[in-house]
């Protein structure tokens, strides 16, 4: 029988971002590992922090350098994501997703952020001032590979939605919408949208398990 299913926050990054990174990365690992690292930083263990920075940071490094394309800033963003699991170890909460995918959350907002920060700071350049162009740096082949194949896993995924579940999934989380916003932007009554977000990921947790149990 299923236990129960919990209300979903406003915004579906958060459970959807569990769903793509968590279950894909280091599945020999037990996530009661991941949870005893988490309650031991949470406590002032160093010993844990930096295990659990050996266990992730190259996931965390390739996600982040996707996102900003450029290799010093992800770096310092992966040092900034690790800093923020010292300080806020004690929120974590079991019952919102795995401990990676919460991490992996930390450093998707924490890329976008800079992102944002960098776009506004162009923006009041003055207009005779030509930007550089970005340089964009080409992650580890092993961290390459990695996401390969959680790309492919993901296309698979992707292909069981509809069309509207699709966009309308791809509206909330990419562009980092809540449900209200991804509703007005999709011109589409909030309850819709509301219920495509839960059939899609419901479809997306049942397709990513199913690839998982396969490989």
């Given at each position: 029988m299923d236990a129960p299913r919990t209300?979903?926050?406003e915004g579906s990054a958060g459970f959807l971002g569990d769903v793509l990174y968590a279950g894909r990365a280091k599945p020999s690992v037990p996530e009661s590992e991941w949870v005893a690292l988490v309650q031991m930083i949470a406590v002032g263990d160093q010993v844990a922090l930096h295990a659990m920075y050996e266990?992730?940071?190259r996931l965390v490094f390739t996600l982040i350098v996707r996102i900003v394309a450029n290799r010093e800033t992800a770096e310092e963003l992966t040092l900034d994501v690790f800093h923020e699991v010292w300080r806020?170890?004690?929120d974590?909460?079991?019952?919102?997703g795995t401990v990676l995918g919460w991490i992996l959350n930390q450093a998707r907002s924490r890329a976008l952020d800079r992102l944002r920060f960098d776009r506004r700071k162009k923006r009041v350049q003055p207009d005779d001032v030509e930007?550089?162009?970005p340089v964009i740096e080409v992650p580890d082949p092993s961290d390459l590979a990695a996401f390969r194949e959680q790309s492919r896993a993901l296309r698979c995924a992707l292909s069981v939605l509809t069309p509207e579940e699709?966009?309308?999934i791809e509206t909330a989380f990419f562009a980092e919408l809540t449900h209200a916003e991804a509703a007005m932007r999709l011109n589409q009554p909030l309850g819709t949208v509301k219920t495509r977000i839960r059939s899609a990921l419901h479809k997306l947790r049942q397709a990513l398990a199913g690839g998982a149990s396969e490989s």
């Open positions: 209300p979903e926050p266990r992730a940071h806020r170890a004690a974590y909460d079991a019952a919102n930007d550089p162009l699709r966009t309308t």
